[in-house]
């Protein structure tokens, strides 16, 4: 329900370090470890699609919003996790999925995202309107970002009111949002967004909105998205640096309602993690470091494999991932520079991880399967999950964690999630503290 992430925001702007992480991910295993840490954590989870992964048309999952609301419940069904506690949100809503559109078909299509999502039940709404389409100016200029912004949140607002939850959907606004995914190029120095342009961008939808008639929604924009220095590309992470940020955290100082959100967070140390959530990075997004986690999890089980089981019996999932990729390289290719060599590294170990979009082929879910099966039938001996997956190792012989492939895996997501806790939810962050402030005089 809406109500978990205004109590969120609300508390933290009563002077509270509280936040919430998002997961932006449509992989099933990695929804089932989200869910089992907000389990863990006895908090909620906040759950989103992107306008590319999930649209009235199926996006590239093949899931409209009804089809993904369903994937979600039917996981936290299963691990016996309330679907009261689930918020779900829509990403990067907007003309994105349409660009090579003339704009005003692109809009159109727009609309009925909108509406499909907020029809599904979806709470949370990021209206993002900052691509050109087909016609448009390069970049679009505020005033438009901001006009298409307006038009989409009133479709959000009628369509909630003609199914009886008016009132229900809070807002995310803002132009200055990194690449969905990671960068595409290999990034220098990042400057965090100036406060003009964060204040010209609130003052530019405001303005819009009360043209439409939709003022009155603004205590409902509850966060505003704005890039605060942090960024991934193939192979690297630009860490967050609070002292570049100082006069743009004041630009809310107004907004007794609104926080800022964060996108492309993912590989931040925990550390950084709880410095954005300090410096009001309320709303931390995370996605691509997730199933980077998971294939961390695979190639490792895959490893292991190779030690217990005869070559005509294995799953040879790194092979079949890499054969497919060439075979289909349309995920990829034009991503990652480079010879043949550094194609490779960057097709399997990248930190932008477009392998994340190979793993519904039939094949590789056929090898993952296998892979799966050997290493049930048979019991993994302790040193080599030591080798292979250590800190798993270490939950396993402390008994907190079943010597299993899949639980390893979900575990090993877990560890992508930990740090996003830790930073999130007061009391474990003060718990982190204490664990890393004793290790400290132990050493």
Known sequence: MTDHLWETIRRHKAGEPAGIYSICSAHPVVLEAAIAQAAADSSYVLIEATSNQVDQFGGYTGMRPADFRELVHSIADQQGF?????????????????????AEQAMANADALVAAYVEAGYTKIHLDCSMSCAGDPVPLGDDLVASRSARLLRVAEDTARSIGQEGRQLYVIGTEVPVPGGAHETLGELTPTSPEAARETLRRHREAFEAVGVLDVWPRIVALVVQP??????????????????????????????????????????????????????????????????????????????????????????????????????????????????????????????????????????????????????????????????????????????????????DKIRDALRPYAAATIPVLRTLSTTATNQGELLV
């Not at 009261?84 to 994105?96: K, M, S, T, W, Y």
Request: aromatic share 10%.
């Open 82 to 102: 309330p679907r009261e506690r689930i918020v779900l949100g829509g990403d990067h809503l907007g003309p994105n999925r349409w660009q090579k559109l003339p």
């Open 229 to 410: 220095g942090v960024e991934f590309d193939h192979l690297q992470v630009i860490d967050y640096r609070r002292s570049r940020t100082e006069a743009l955290r004041g630009v809310l100082a107004d907004e007794p309602g609104m926080v800022f959100e964060a996108h492309s967070t993912d590989y931040q140390l925990e550390s950084r993690l709880s410095e954005l959530v300090e410096d009001h990075w309320a709303i931390l997004k995370v996605g691509p470091g997730l199933t980077f986690a998971m294939r961390e999890a695979l190639f490792a089980l895959a490893a292991i494999e190779d030690e217990l089981v005869p070559s005509a019996e294995r799953s040879h999932l790194v092979e079949v991932i890499e054969r497919r990729m060439l075979a289909e390289p349309g995920y990829w290719q034009g991503y990652y520079e480079g010879d043949a060599d550094e194609q490779r590294i960057a097709r399997r170990y990248s930190y932008s991880d477009r392998l994340r979009y190979y793993w519904p082929d039939p094949e590789i879910e056929e090898a993952e399967a296998t892979l799966y099966a050997n290493l049930s039938r048979r019991a993994v001996p302790l040193p080599l999950i030591g080798q292979f997956l250590p800190d798993q190792y270490v939950r396993v012989r402390a008994g907190e964690l079943e010597p299993t492939p899949r639980a390893l895996v979900l």
